[in-house]
């Protein structure tokens, strides 16, 4: 069965920083692959996605992924975080065509003003 | 356009009584899927339905079950429920497309077993 790994549990940044989130999963065959994200109180929502193509991805927000499928790996970045970035970010594969998403446990980010 | 509706968001339930959650999903979308959020085991897919058919299926026990009507609402049930069973169950709708396309979620169901 496929797995998915966040590495980063909680992360606390101050706003203008950096972003990197790390996701990895162990599913060799071809997969789709998202992000998504849960703020306070809402529900989750979809940042991107990667089904083919250009392995880098754009998103909403400023994010964007980059699949690096010998590494099978679909790392979140944004180059400068804000204050409203403050969420729960979930990384989650699927089989291709099977639409049955595993999700990684999630990296809670916190942004300091 | 209305989002995924969940009902209802809260309910208590104890040990051994069996619950029905109810999920409307956005208007077109014909699947449907359901998964449990908890804190030890982050979120499990259940299972996804399309057009009133069962199409994949997650490692949950069979007292978890579901269905899906023509007008795709679905609805899940948990029979003989176990402590373990407290969650936060989400619905997720879709559209009907070859890929697995975008997921959107609801608010959820918050169950708690006592």
């Known amino acids: 069965a496929q797995s998915v790994s966040q590495h980063n549990h909680h992360v606390i940044l101050s706003e203008a920083a950096s972003l990197e989130l790390g996701c990895n999963y162990s599913?060799?065959?071809?997969?789709?692959l998202f992000w998504y994200v849960q703020y306070p109180g809402q529900h989750l929502q979809l940042l991107l996605k990667?089904?083919?193509?250009?392995?880098l991805v754009k998103g909403i927000k400023g994010f964007e992924a980059e699949f690096i499928k010998s590494k099978f790996s679909f790392n979140l970045r944004k180059p400068s975080v804000q204050w409203s970035d403050t969420a729960e970010y979930f990384c989650?594969?699927?089989?291709?065509?099977?639409?049955?998403?595993?999700f990684g446990s999630g990296t809670r980010l916190q942004v300091q003003p | 356009k209305a989002g995924v509706t969940q009902t209802p968001r809260y309910l208590i339930k104890t040990r051994g009584q069996q619950v029905t959650l109810s999920c409307s999903p956005i208007?077109?979308?014909?699947?449907v899927s359901w998964y449990q959020q908890t804190p030890g085991q982050g979120l499990q897919f259940l299972f996804e339905?399309?057009?009133?058919?069962?199409?994949n299926k997650g490692n949950f026990p069979g007292r978890f079950s579901g269905r899906q009507f023509s007008n795709s609402r679905s609805e899940m049930n948990v029979s003989t429920l176990e402590l373990g069973d407290s969650a936060l169950y989400l619905c997720?709708?879709?559209?009907?497309?070859?890929?697995?396309?975008?997921?959107?979620f609801g608010e959820g169901s918050r169950l708690t077993v006592l």
């Open positions: 599913y060799g065959g071809t997969v789709n």
């Open positions: 989650a594969v699927n089989e291709g065509g099977r639409r049955a998403l595993t």
């Open positions: 997720a709708s879709g559209t009907s497309g070859g890929d697995t396309g975008e997921l959107f």
């Open positions: 208007s077109g979308h014909r699947s």
């Open positions: 339905y399309f057009s009133e058919t069962q199409r």
């Open positions: 990667y089904f083919s193509g250009d392995p």
